[in-house]
């Protein structure tokens, strides 16, 4: 009979639910998306992985110029008492506890990239001389924009200058506060003692100017001095080059 026919085919549509767990596979459509999230997962790590980028050195120390400006007798103090072999250097650790103590604004990357830039001898030692020359003393040429203002003419001639050594940075560091306060009179002086206009005087007129402001070298102070701007030994020394050193 035909009104058994579907009774006799119920059995069939039983089976349809096997039709769906056919079908159950393409649950794993939805373990598609496990490679998907997976592959988000790998491309994160791929940009993790991305260093970034190296700073530049001069932004770092221009950042803490200011405060290593009021505070750099103490510094220097204090490393000088942790240099027990008097080598211009003290070890990383202990330049770390003093950058603490000063409350200076570094992270750790740019604690570490200051750390590698003076440690010279890979040795772990930082070199606290060469650092505090850079950071109050300028004795390396920098770039000036065109809107920047020029407060002491460059040479046309640029100057070849002599050894940085520690005696070097300590006179003229001794120097600095004195020089700071009265630079533009300074200037002026040394310009009347130079009649000839060659921006250079003698060793006797530079001494002879330097006393005028009550700033006395020592003979050993002098001689390094000289031995740096007079490295040709021609008994002249550019008092515009002496003066910028101490202009930032």
């Known amino acids: 009979m035909p009104s058994s026919t579907p009774s006799a085919t119920s059995p069939a549509a039983s089976t349809k639910p096997a039709t769906h767990a056919v079908r159950e596979p393409r649950v794993s459509s939805q373990s598609e998306s496990p490679k998907t999230s997976s592959s988000l997962a790998g491309q994160k790590s791929v940009n993790t992985s991305i260093q970034p980028p190296v700073l530049n050195y001069e932004t770092i120390e221009n950042k803490i110029r200011k405060d290593i400006e009021h505070s750099w007798r103490g510094i220097l103090k204090l490393c000088k008492e ?3 072999s008097k080598l211009g250097e003290i070890p990383v650790s202990d330049f770390l506890d003093i950058a603490e103590k000063f409350h200076w604004d570094l992270n750790e990357e740019e604690i570490n990239q200051i750390t590698t830039k003076y440690d010279f001898k890979k040795n772990g030692k930082f070199a606290y001389y060469d650092f505090l020359q850079s950071c109050i003393l300028l004795l390396k040429p920098q770039k000036s924009s065109l809107l920047q203002r020029v407060i002491i003419q460059k040479p046309q001639k640029p100057m070849s200058p002599g050894p940085q050594t520690m005696s070097f940075y300590s006179a003229m560091l001794r120097i600095q ?18 009649e000839s206009r060659t921006g250079l005087l003698n060793i006797a007129d530079f001494r002879q100017v330097l006393h005028e402001y009550k700033i006395n070298l020592t003979e050993e102070e002098l001689f390094n001095i000289l031995e740096y701007y007079d490295k040709t030994l021609s008994s002249k020394i550019s008092y515009n080059d002496f003066l910028r050193a101490f202009l930032q």
């Open 82 to 84: 942790m240099d027990i």
């Open 177 to 194: 506060p004195q020089i700071l306060h009265c630079w533009r009179p300074m200037k002026q002086t040394f310009k009347s003692y130079d």
